[in-house]
């Protein structure tokens, strides 16, 4: 299913209005709840691309069945840019069009995993903690860079992770882990209502055979071909 979304009314106009949503949003941020068991449920993955040409943004929502990991659902939203670029503000681009997707599905989401961040972003508040304010769902971010941060070694072996950590070295905001045997590793954080142990076993559960979970692989694929679909109408 596809729907299209429009800029909510009274949505931020420019980075100091942002930046006051976050700031009003940042404390309700659940940290004290293990999350749902891996393996258990539904997962969704989101993710969006970008058509810069035309200003349009197309966003995925990919529910698999946490056992199997086979799809049940996909549904997509686009519309029109709602932000514009500002580092560190990204969510405010992209939560519009995710919305739309989620909104779209009939099946209950379980956790929400996002292709970005939560608390490892520079104001702690990054993607996957933002939708899982407003929303209400657990959510983890498992990005592909680590942002701003730095982290220690970490084994080879799938399953290794070492702490990411602040710029001060004591705030532990995610993990770098190691989903496949000597391959580079991916970054956990949390985002709302699940724990960082959690996160990370989520994470494992959904890498059996890439790097990045399979939530992230679908809704990526997803997502563009949306953005293709535009493009041949």
């Given at each position: ?55 349009v943004v197309a966003a995925a929502a990919v529910v698999l069945d946490a056992a199997t ?5 996909e549904a997509t939203s686009v519309g029109r840019v709602a932000f514009p670029y500002v ?147």
């Amino acid at each position: 299913m596809q729907t299209i979304t429009g800029v909510p009314e009274g949505w931020p106009a420019d980075e100091a209005a942002a930046r006051a949503v976050q700031d009003a949003l940042r404390d309700r941020v659940v940290l004290d709840e293990t999350g749902p068991p891996p393996g258990t449920g539904t997962v969704t993955g989101i993710d969006v691309a970008y058509d810069d040409a035309r200003d349009v943004v197309a966003a995925a929502a990919v529910v698999l069945d946490a056992a199997t990991l086979d799809v049940i659902e996909e549904a997509t939203s686009v519309g029109r840019v709602a932000f514009p670029y500002v580092p560190g503000l990204l969510a405010f681009r992209e939560i519009p069009a995710v919305l739309g997707a989620l909104e779209a599905l009939r099946t209950d989401p379980g956790l929400v995993v996002c292709d970005g961040y939560g608390l490892a972003h520079p104001r702690r508040f990054g993607l996957a903690s933002h939708l899982g304010v407003v929303t209400g769902l657990p959510t983890i971010g498992v990005a592909k860079n680590p942002f701003v941060f730095t982290h220690g070694e970490l084994g080879r072996e799938r399953g290794s992770a070492a702490a990411l950590l602040a710029d001060d070295g004591d705030e532990e905001v995610g993990r770098a882990l190691r989903t496949r045997d000597g391959v580079k590793p991916v970054y956990v954080s949390v985002g709302h209502r699940v724990s960082l142990a959690n996160a990370c076993a989520h994470t494992l559960a959904l890498t059996p055979a890439y790097r990045v979970p399979e939530t992230t692989r679908r809704a990526d694929r997803l997502c563009r071909d949306a953005l293709l679909g535009l493009t041949e109408r």
